[in-house]
Nanobody, 123 residues
Framework: QVQLVESGGGLVQAGGSLRLSCAAS????????MGWFRQAPGKEREFVAA????????YYADSVKGRITISRDNAKNTVYLQMNSLKPEDTAVYYC????????????????WGQGTQVTVSS
Protein backbone atom coordinates (compact mmCIF):
# COMPACT_ATOMS: atom_id res chain seq x y z
CA GLN A 1 0.00 0.00 0.00
CA VAL A 2 1.15 3.52 -0.81
CA GLN A 3 -0.15 6.69 0.80
CA LEU A 4 0.06 9.94 -1.15
CA VAL A 5 -0.43 13.44 0.21
CA GLU A 6 -0.51 16.46 -2.09
CA SER A 7 0.22 20.02 -1.07
CA GLY A 8 0.97 23.39 -2.62
CA GLY A 9 -2.32 24.23 -4.27
CA GLY A 10 -3.95 27.62 -3.96
CA LEU A 11 -5.24 30.72 -5.71
CA VAL A 12 -3.00 32.42 -8.25
CA GLN A 13 -3.46 35.02 -10.95
CA ALA A 14 -3.13 34.11 -14.60
CA GLY A 15 0.52 34.08 -15.59
CA GLY A 16 1.61 33.10 -12.12
CA SER A 17 3.31 29.97 -10.82
CA LEU A 18 2.69 27.24 -8.29
CA ARG A 19 4.67 24.22 -7.19
CA LEU A 20 2.74 21.16 -6.12
CA SER A 21 4.30 18.45 -4.00
CA CYS A 22 3.24 14.87 -3.39
CA ALA A 23 4.75 13.02 -0.46
CA ALA A 24 4.62 9.25 -0.59
CA SER A 25 4.87 6.70 2.19
CA UNK A 26 4.27 3.02 2.70
CA UNK A 27 6.53 1.33 0.19
CA UNK A 28 9.70 1.97 -1.75
CA UNK A 29 8.99 5.16 -3.62
CA UNK A 30 11.61 4.57 -6.29
CA UNK A 31 9.81 1.40 -7.39
CA UNK A 32 6.93 3.35 -8.89
CA UNK A 33 6.34 5.63 -11.80
CA MET A 34 4.48 8.71 -10.61
CA GLY A 35 1.91 10.89 -12.26
CA TRP A 36 -0.24 13.97 -11.93
CA PHE A 37 -3.82 14.26 -13.10
CA ARG A 38 -6.40 17.00 -12.76
CA GLN A 39 -10.15 17.22 -12.69
CA ALA A 40 -12.21 20.34 -13.27
CA PRO A 41 -15.86 20.58 -12.20
CA GLY A 42 -18.10 18.62 -14.54
CA LYS A 43 -15.17 17.12 -16.44
CA GLU A 44 -13.37 13.81 -16.44
CA ARG A 45 -10.04 13.34 -14.75
CA GLU A 46 -7.28 14.09 -17.26
CA PHE A 47 -3.60 13.29 -17.52
CA VAL A 48 -1.16 16.10 -16.83
CA ALA A 49 2.30 14.57 -16.48
CA ALA A 50 4.17 11.42 -15.53
CA UNK A 51 7.71 10.46 -14.64
CA UNK A 52 9.47 7.10 -14.68
CA UNK A 53 10.95 5.45 -11.61
CA UNK A 54 14.42 6.89 -12.03
CA UNK A 55 13.18 10.23 -13.34
CA UNK A 56 14.98 9.74 -16.62
CA UNK A 57 11.82 10.04 -18.71
CA UNK A 58 8.90 12.43 -18.45
CA TYR A 59 5.61 12.69 -20.29
CA TYR A 60 3.22 15.62 -20.63
CA ALA A 61 -0.23 16.42 -21.90
CA ASP A 62 -0.09 18.67 -24.95
CA SER A 63 -2.03 21.34 -23.10
CA VAL A 64 0.73 21.82 -20.51
CA LYS A 65 3.93 21.21 -22.47
CA GLY A 66 6.40 24.02 -22.02
CA ARG A 67 4.62 25.37 -18.94
CA ILE A 68 4.66 22.48 -16.48
CA THR A 69 7.55 20.33 -15.28
CA ILE A 70 7.34 17.09 -13.32
CA SER A 71 10.28 15.97 -11.21
CA ARG A 72 10.98 13.63 -8.34
CA ASP A 73 13.35 13.28 -5.43
CA ASN A 74 13.59 9.60 -4.53
CA ALA A 75 15.60 10.39 -1.41
CA LYS A 76 12.69 12.48 -0.12
CA ASN A 77 9.92 10.21 -1.45
CA THR A 78 8.40 13.22 -3.17
CA VAL A 79 7.23 14.12 -6.65
CA TYR A 80 6.77 17.72 -7.75
CA LEU A 81 4.79 19.60 -10.34
CA GLN A 82 6.18 23.02 -11.19
CA MET A 83 3.50 25.02 -12.96
CA ASN A 84 4.37 28.28 -14.72
CA SER A 85 2.41 30.66 -16.95
CA LEU A 86 -0.80 29.40 -15.42
CA LYS A 87 -4.07 29.94 -17.25
CA PRO A 88 -7.66 30.02 -15.97
CA GLU A 89 -8.25 26.72 -17.79
CA ASP A 90 -5.67 25.11 -15.51
CA THR A 91 -8.14 25.49 -12.64
CA ALA A 92 -8.87 22.03 -11.23
CA VAL A 93 -8.23 19.65 -8.39
CA TYR A 94 -4.79 18.15 -8.97
CA TYR A 95 -4.18 14.54 -7.99
CA CYS A 96 -0.97 12.63 -7.50
CA UNK A 97 -0.90 8.98 -8.60
CA UNK A 98 1.51 6.09 -8.20
CA UNK A 99 2.16 2.75 -9.86
CA UNK A 100 0.80 2.60 -13.39
CA UNK A 101 0.22 -0.90 -14.81
CA UNK A 102 -0.42 0.34 -18.35
CA UNK A 103 -0.61 3.58 -20.26
CA UNK A 104 0.45 6.56 -18.17
CA UNK A 105 -2.25 8.60 -19.87
CA UNK A 106 -5.13 6.45 -18.61
CA UNK A 107 -6.19 7.13 -15.01
CA UNK A 108 -7.62 3.61 -14.75
CA UNK A 109 -4.13 2.08 -14.83
CA UNK A 110 -2.88 3.88 -11.75
CA UNK A 111 -3.15 1.99 -8.47
CA UNK A 112 -2.78 4.67 -5.81
CA TRP A 113 -4.16 8.19 -5.52
CA GLY A 114 -3.85 11.15 -3.22
CA GLN A 115 -6.76 13.19 -1.97
CA GLY A 116 -6.10 16.09 -4.33
CA THR A 117 -5.19 19.74 -3.97
CA GLN A 118 -7.18 22.63 -5.43
CA VAL A 119 -5.56 24.97 -7.92
CA THR A 120 -7.52 28.07 -8.91
CA VAL A 121 -6.24 30.48 -11.53
CA SER A 122 -8.01 33.81 -11.72
CA SER A 123 -8.15 35.89 -14.89
Amino acid sequence: QVQLVESGGGLVQAGGSLRLSCAASGRTFSNYPMGWFRQAPGKEREFVAAITRSGSNTYYADSVKGRITISRDNAKNTVYLQMNSLKPEDTAVYYCAASASGSYYDPATWAYWGQGTQVTVSS
